[in-house]
T-cell receptor, first 114, second 114 residues
Framework: DAGVIQSPRHEVTEMGQEVTLRCKPISGHDYLFWYRQTMMRGLELLIYFNNNVPIDDSGMPEDRFSAKMPNASFSTLKIQPSEPRDSAVYFC?????FGVGGYTFGSGTRLTVV | DAKTTQPTSMDCAEGRAANLPCNHSTISGNEYVYWYRQIHSQGPQYIIHGLKNNETNEMASLIITEDRKSSTLILPHATLRDTAVYYCIVRFRGNTGTASKLTFGTGTRLQVTL
């Protein structure tokens, strides 16, 4: 298995532009998580899905952020419009059964908003 | 409120055992102790977890005190590739809900040296 695949690895965009981050979870995993990591705030859980349904989005910072999971093999995190303070590394993770045996994280997308 | 306390940083000589402590004095009977690590520029990696018994896998050993108020992650023969931030996380053993989320603290930065 190739693991959790995220794209792009790096994204540089101008303030005000729309940004879409992509994630392909491990086949057979029924939970998907989006995290954000910054120096100031560390790793924060933004939202998670179970069987493609959003369960808890209380970590989403504001309405500019949205996430979807149209099928079991694909999820997106969209920021519109982007702002410099959104600059961070965004990680996607997946697990089977809420991850009692651990989550598998992707390599992350480093987003820079200038 | 922080549920775990870890030293900010530790050093270990290559080939020696690395013993990473974690205090979780308010842990409840329904909470697991999890350990993850994050190597620079990568996503977090699951290492091991336990409830009250000591656990061992191919990566590490987890020693939990009898009162469960603290634990130690042991890397038996540390290598340079073990240099990373190690996170100790207390997590509810239920399948869903706020208390079951995987919440990362600041962790211990382990530096393995020659």
């Amino acid at each position: 298995d190739a693991g959790v695949i995220q794209s792009p690895r790096h994204e540089v965009t101008e303030m005000g532009q729309e940004v879409t981050l992509r994630c392909k979870p491990i086949s057979g995993h029924d939970y998907l998580f989006w995290y954000r990591q910054t120096m100031m705030r560390g790793l924060e859980l933004l939202i998670y899905f179970n069987n493609n349904v959003p369960i808890d989005d209380s970590g989403m910072p504001e309405d500019r952020f949205s996430a979807k999971m149209p099928n079991a093999s694909f999820s997106t995190l969209k920021i519109q419009p982007s702002e410099p303070r959104d600059s961070a590394v965004y990680f996607c993770a997946s697990s089977y059964g809420f991850g009692v045996g651990g989550y598998t994280f992707g390599s992350g997308t480093r987003l820079t908003v200038v | 409120d922080a549920k775990t306390t870890q030293p900010t940083s530790m050093d270990c000589a290559e080939g020696r055992a690395a013993n990473l402590p974690c205090n979780h004095s308010t842990i409840s009977g329904n909470e697991y102790v999890y350990w993850y690590r994050q190597i620079h520029s990568q996503g977090p990696q699951y290492i091991i977890h336990g409830l009250k018994n000591n656990e061992t896998n191919e990566m590490a050993s987890l020693i939990i005190t009898e009162d469960r108020k603290s634990s130690t992650l042991i890397l038996p023969h540390a290598t340079l590739r073990d240099t990373a931030v190690y996170y100790c996380i207390v997590r509810f053993r239920g399948n869903t809900g706020t208390a079951s989320k995987l919440t990362f603290g600041t962790g211990t930065r382990l530096q393995v040296t020659l």
